[in-house]
């Protein structure tokens, strides 16, 4: 039961860092509460495996210990950041085409480029925050 509560510790403390930051610079492209639920959407698709293939070892049993698993958490963010941007970039895509993104008609679809630099922001600012946290 410790692994469930460090994960929804993790979770919420990540979701204060990036969904903030989701809604705030998804505006661009989706009125605010589109932008809040896309923002916890794709964290709750890609926090809880990361939790799992990070809590459970597997991963840095790939590549063994010390510095071994700083490699494994920069690959682990970047597939985290890339699937995120991606989702990100398909749904807003998807919601402007159909005139459903909830801030009218006239949106133009976003570019990859801009969404991936949100998400890496926000990806950013959570694991930096998580670094200080872990360190203190």
Do not use: K
């Amino acid at each position: 039961m410790t692994d469930v509560r460090e994960w929804a510790v993790a979770f919420v403390f990540t979701c204060v860092i990036e969904v903030p930051i989701y809604t705030l610079l998804l505006r661009r492209w989706c009125r605010w509460p589109v932008g809040l639920l896309l923002a916890i959407g794709v964290n709750l698709l890609t926090h809880p495996l990361l939790w799992i293939l990070l809590a459970g070892g597997w991963l840095v049993d790939l590549v063994g210990s010390g510095t071994g698993w700083l490699a494994v958490m920069i690959g682990a963010e970047i597939a985290v950041w890339l699937v995120e941007a991606s989702v990100l970039n398909w749904v807003l895509r998807r919601l402007a085409r159909s005139g459903t993104d909830g801030a009218g008609s006239g949106r133009r679809p976003p570019v990859f480029a801009d969404v991936a630099l949100i998400a890496a922001l926000a990806n950013l600012c959570s694991l930096a925050a998580g670094f200080v946290l872990w360190l203190f």
